[in-house]
């Protein structure tokens, strides 16, 4: 499978993106201080160590503010489900691009840098050269890594469910959904609801300021939209331990989880009659696992 096209894990936090950040800008400084490449040998060096701190500071601010504010005001470019690790050197390759420039005007401040296109593509290539194979090296890295953590991490998860199966009783049912027990979904106005057997509701997925609350009818998976939060949806369901909230976008009936699989961005859910795998937010992989397993124990 073409690697590039495979998941990768976006992040948008302000702490990891400060981490990655400080690692890469570090890195960058003391690239430049002990190689010294690029004719920084020919300068004193007192300036050399103001040129390398100044240049590895561009490239903390150009990583910082790609990864955290360009990513959090364009969310749909961002958007994790889409997002791949071809998309990702894609966006290393726009950070160095940024990193490129700012070293450029850094040189014109302190190397009085006349202010041409030969010296910009100069620059330019100076910063591909020293960033862009490291960071395509990190990106693979990473990606293989969360890959075969999750799904590692998936299979057993998988393996003891199957397991459990074995000791399940044909005709056990949950036992906080009774067959036929009835839950509404009403919005604030009282203008829209919807009312499915609690023991039908397969899982229901955030749609803007709706929600899609599918359900099995007639053998076959059907939805219905309503005007209301996932927060409310929440707090309508709050009292059966048997759905789990595994992402914002997405809550769950843990009694129709069929499989749990894994790629780089986490947990995938296979769930009874859905064609589209539900993530699992990768900060709830310990809650979820521990729910999972323990609903699974009380109810068959």
């Known amino acids: 499978?073409?690697?590039?096209?495979?998941?990768?894990?976006?992040?948008?936090?302000?702490?990891?993106?400060?981490?990655?950040?400080?690692g890469f800008g570090v890195f960058i400084t003391v690239f430049l201080l002990v190689f010294r490449p690029f004719g920084l040998t020919a300068i004193t060096t007192s300036l050399m160590i103001k040129s390398s701190i100044l240049f590895g500071l561009a490239t903390f601010s150009g990583i910082f503010i790609t990864n955290l504010f360009l990513h959090n005001f364009f969310p749909r470019i961002f958007n994790e489900e889409k997002w791949t690790t071809g998309k990702q050197i894609i966006n290393v390759l726009a950070v160095i691009v940024l990193v490129g420039l700012s070293n450029y005007l850094i040189a014109h401040i302190i190397f009085d840098l006349n202010l041409t296109w030969k010296n910009l593509f100069y620059y330019q290539f100076i910063a591909l050269s020293v960033g862009l194979l490291p960071i395509i090296i990190y990106t693979l890295y990473i990606q293989n890594h969360w890959l075969q953590q999750f799904k590692n991490e998936a299979a057993t998860l998988q393996k003891k469910l199957e397991g459990k199966r074995e000791h399940e009783q044909t005709d056990s049912k949950p036992a906080d959904v009774a067959s036929g027990e009835a839950i509404t979904f009403e919005n604030d106005n009282q203008t829209e609801k919807k009312t499915i057997d609690a023991g039908h509701l397969v899982y229901?997925?955030?749609?803007?300021?709706?929600?899609?609350?599918?359900?099995?009818?007639?053998?076959?998976?059907?939805?219905?939209?309503?005007?209301?939060?996932?927060?409310?949806?929440?707090?309508?369901?709050n009292s059966y331990s048997v759905f789990f909230r595994c992402h914002r976008a997405y809550i769950v009936n843990l009694d129709k989880i069929e499989q749990v699989d894994g790629n780089a961005q986490g947990y995938k859910l296979k769930l009874q009659g859905a064609p589209d795998l539900i993530p699992v937010s990768r900060n709830l992989n310990s809650e979820f696992s521990d729910r999972l397993l323990e609903f699974r124990k009380q109810t068959h």
């Open 1 to 22: 499978m073409n690697i590039f096209k495979q998941p990768f894990p976006h992040h948008s936090s302000w702490k990891r993106a400060l981490k990655t950040a400080i």
């Open 204 to 237: 229901i997925e955030s749609a803007s300021n709706y929600i899609k609350i599918f359900f099995e009818q007639k053998g076959e998976l059907s939805y219905a939209i309503v005007r209301m939060t996932m927060k409310k949806a929440a707090e309508t369901i």
